[in-house]
């Protein structure tokens, strides 16, 4: 669910993965040299050889810069020799390489200086991630879960998406929710509402208390045009799962039947809009037992968009998806969303999938002798 750790950068290292891209500098001074021999422009092409260094600056450290500029500059020396043109024009004509080399020295170690502050920054936003939402186990009380998180700030790797799931004494209970907005301030947001399910989960026993206690705070800390959507759930006891949809996307419910999406009774607003007037929200009972399977997410799914526009048809592409282990199907569905949308997600996007295994299908594995 999270990104790899961050390796340790090294300057005098070429950032390039591949071997092609950091070589072709090398290519173009070799390209140059052969014009140059066989062309009667003759030591025209030299000034081309500028070309060498200023592209190395992108994939090579100072250091690196450096050494294909004195290769540049010593080709170009070199190639001086086999012509009939007098010290001072030769040496006018490699000013040029040497002097983009210089250049190119310098915007190399500009680049690496943001380089190592971008991998700083993702380093900070790496652990207040891991700190506003908490990894998720694959085993919450009786359930098996799976997460997948993607911020549109892919720098940032954090966004206004939220997330949680807890085991209480009053059941299992989670949240998904999205902030409206985008950076800093939707993060501090989405942290304060995590902050109140969190403490609301445990003390208390109606989950429509928990939902007040979050409508409250966000009514004393956000700014009047501000709203978080959300659903928040709870299993407080066998084969029923309890729902309170607050201007959110409908959850999708896998059962016996197939799938369907679980729209509220009585559609209440946002949370932090209650003050606004409109329905309350309201506590929503759907069955929920052993194979059943139950996905939250955000609107940065549905909205997705490919090349034509078209959104991602969640409730369509689903079911193919859909196996007895949540973490395989939230992975082939992510996978799918990102062939849509063409590889990079333009919003935040949230999923989380619940399910109730089969109890008697676990204890027949748990019983099947190892070969």
């Known amino acids: 669910m999270y990104p790899a750790r961050l390796r340790t950068y ?48 992108a994939h090579w450290g100072p250091y ?4 294909i500029g004195l290769l540049a500059v ?26 983009v080399a210089l250049a190119s020295c310098g915007a190399s170690a500009m680049r690496q200086r943001r380089e190592q502050v971008l ?28 997460v997948r998180y993607s911020a549109a700030a892919a720098e940032a790797r954090v966004g206004g998406d939220l997330y949680a799931l807890l085991s209480t004494p009053h059941g299992v209970r989670l949240i998904v929710g999205d902030v409206r907005g985008k950076g800093l301030p939707a993060v501090s947001t989405a942290a304060l509402v995590l902050g109140v399910f969190r403490e609301a989960a445990y003390d208390e026993r109606d989950l429509l208390d928990v939902v007040g206690r979050i409508e409250r705070s966000l009514a004393r800390n956000l700014a009047p045009d501000d709203f978080v959507t959300a659903v928040v759930a709870g299993y407080p006891s066998e084969g029923r799962m309890e729902l309170v949809n607050c201007g959110h996307a409908p959850p999708l419910l896998f059962g016996e039947s197939g799938v369907s ?27 929920f037992i052993e194979g059943d399977q139950l996905l939250l997410y955000t609107d940065g799914v549905i909205e997705a968009r490919d090349r034509g526009r078209e959104y991602f048809p969640l409730l369509e592409r689903v079911p193919r998806h859909i196996c007895d282990e949540p973490s395989r199907t939230l992975a082939s569905l992510h996978a799918e969303l990102l ?7 333009h919003d935040d996007a949230a999923l989380m999938l619940l399910r109730k295994p089969v109890l008697g299908a676990m204890r027949g594995a748990a019983e099947m002798p190892s070969m």
């Open 261 to 287: 999406a679980v729209e509220p009774i009585r559609p209440a607003p946002p949370l932090g809009l209650a003050s606004l007037g409109g329905e309350l929200p309201s506590l929503q009972v759907v069955p």
């Open 339 to 345: 062939s849509h949308v063409g590889g990079r997600l």
């Open 74 to 99: 010593g080709v170009g020396a070199l190639l001086g020799t086999q012509g009939e043109e007098t010290l001072r024009t030769q040496a006018i004509m490699l000013a040029t390489p040497a002097a």
């Open 119 to 146: 991998a700083a920054v993702r380093s900070v936003a790496e652990a207040a991630q891991n700190a506003l939402l908490t990894p998720v186990p694959a085993q919450v009380g009786e359930f098996q879960v799976a």
């Open 10 to 57: 090294d300057p005098d290292q070429m950032d390039g993965t591949g071997l092609i891209a950091p070589a072709v500098p090398v290519f173009i001074i070799i390209g140059v040299a052969l014009l140059a021999l066989v062309t009667s422009e003759g030591l025209g092409w030299l000034p081309m050889l500028a070309v060498g260094p200023a592209l190395a600056a």
């Open 64 to 67: 690196g810069v450096m050494r």
